[in-house]
């Protein structure tokens, strides 16, 4: 396809000159190079499909960069990449080096806040908002937050706030009816009763009526009718906010669009937006399956993403089909995800056990304190749950569950480095975020089976535990049907060797075994990140001139610095070499990439081992002299 138009755009001042008839064909340009590119790179697809025309309308309306847009999560955000001078970098985006597949503030003065953890745009567009009023300045600050994202909390903290500051902020709302899955909730029944447009049919059938029965009355009903939105829309919850309700509107129409945002453009004061997309619009195969497109790997268009295709057994998979089995067995379990059933593994628990399975929506907090709540009354909640997602369920675990030492049972997906998604995503904290607080056990599995009897072992504690894994495959260890709990606190000893020894947690096992091999070195498969195996810490320290910590967490606080304060506990002096990640955020890429990157592949730990021991003898030849 030839992008006629688009390619003519570098800029979004270039678009404010095109006519109606131009801005439509731009639509259409725009929507076939997102297919285009995404299907070359793998990324989000279904949601940057419906905001096509959004983008469109924003960059016309409004004067971008000056005026702000904040796309919340802002895996939307493609067509605002691709009008705002970066349609060639599309080619390398979440690639290492290439752009982010959210909104950052470092790539372009057009992405205003950094995004990707959903349901930051009210507060952050509001707090813009109210700065450019205190310096005095006249611009317009635009949080778009889709339907998914407006049912967490923090997006209703915004809005209470913004409803009473008078500040020049318009939330747009783009509702779609889906999060990644289906969207959920009342807050998602009352969308949609206002998006079928009821209230104002309602509205319009009395003025019919009127206009029928008493015909001289048709200037008054055609005022009622005029007026209807504004006769019963104050009663909406947004309106109710203090914030002026507009909508719905359709989404997809430029011809409603824009001229709908010049009027807003105009108002004072908090103002809401409501439109309404489809996601995936304009491809009929996205359309048919908005779910499967969300985020996509290469792909050929005309042929679609290819049948179920079954890939190496992932972590999620064993994490979901453990719950299930789980389930089968144990009548309290109850599957919890906050709105990531498909990526966190709970499709099939979810259609075998409906009654047990609860989405809360993009509610992390939530979650947390709900299970608390169940755990209470008897029952065993499990919270399916990313790494990088219970850090916004922090103070919940901590104060509903861990301090009341409630059974519950975190499977922290997507833990250590997740590869395209980048900083924003990666489980890079969860060891020590985790392991510091009292009463929980830890637990990283190094291969798939192990991952399964971590999850039961965690399961029939009666304590609160946690089993981290990563994204993606393992070793490829078959999983045993059979469930066994495994000796709390214990580690394996995998290989005996001299000198240095290996205390490996969780999946880099494997590269932590073959640089073992390598060196003749110790390697142990520590298990258990709390409790930590002091013994087995404290007998290798005495028989090992070197212990090298391995984990994809940062080295601060980490499963490492739980190894260090062991050993210091028990005033026993050794040597530590730790590896893990870096004290800064690592990038976006392919994530065997990114952790060669961070020296946590076979070569990298050789090579950093090989640098100490270098060290040592310097130090000792010195010491010698
Ligand atoms: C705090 C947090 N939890 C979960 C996610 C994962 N996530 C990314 S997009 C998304 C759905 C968003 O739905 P919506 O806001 O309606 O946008 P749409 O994709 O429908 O346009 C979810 C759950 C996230 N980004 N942030």
Redesign the pocket.
Known sequence: MTYELLSTIDDPAQLRTLTGAQLKQLAGELRAFVLESVSKTGGHL??NL?TVELTIALHYVFNTPHDRIVW??G??SYPHKILTGRRQDMARLRMYGGISGFPRRSESVYDTFGT????TSISAALGMAVAAKHNGERRHTIAV??????S?GMAFEGMNNAGVLDARLLVIL?D?D???SP?VGGMNRYLARLASGRLYVAARRVAERMVSRFPRLRGFARRLEIHAKGMILPSTLFEQFGFNYIGPIDGHDLDALIPTLTNVRALDGPQFLHIVTR?GQGYKLVEADPVLY?GVSKFEPAAGIGGSKRGKVTFTDVFGDWLCDMAAQDPRLIGIT???REGSGLVKFAERFPDRYFDTG?A?QHAVTFAAGLACEGMKPVVAIYST?LQ?GYDQFIHDVQIQNLPVLFALDRAGLVGADGATHHGAFDLSYVSCVPNITVMVPADENECRQMLYTGFTLNTPAAVRYPRGSGPGVAVEKEMRALPIGKAQLRREGKQVAILAFGTLLKAALEAGEELDATVVNMRFVKPLDDQLVAQIARTHSLLVTVEDNVVRGGAGSAVAESLAARDIAARILHLGLPDQFVDHGDQAQLLALVGLNREGILKSIRARLADMRQQASIRAA
Not at 145 to 150: E, H, S, V
């Open positions: 279904s949601s419906g919340d999560v895996h939307q990707a953890h959903s349901s937050i889709g339907d998914g994202a407006m967490a783009n779609n889906m999060s990644i969207a996601k969300h906050p709105a990531m993009i992390e997602f916004r």
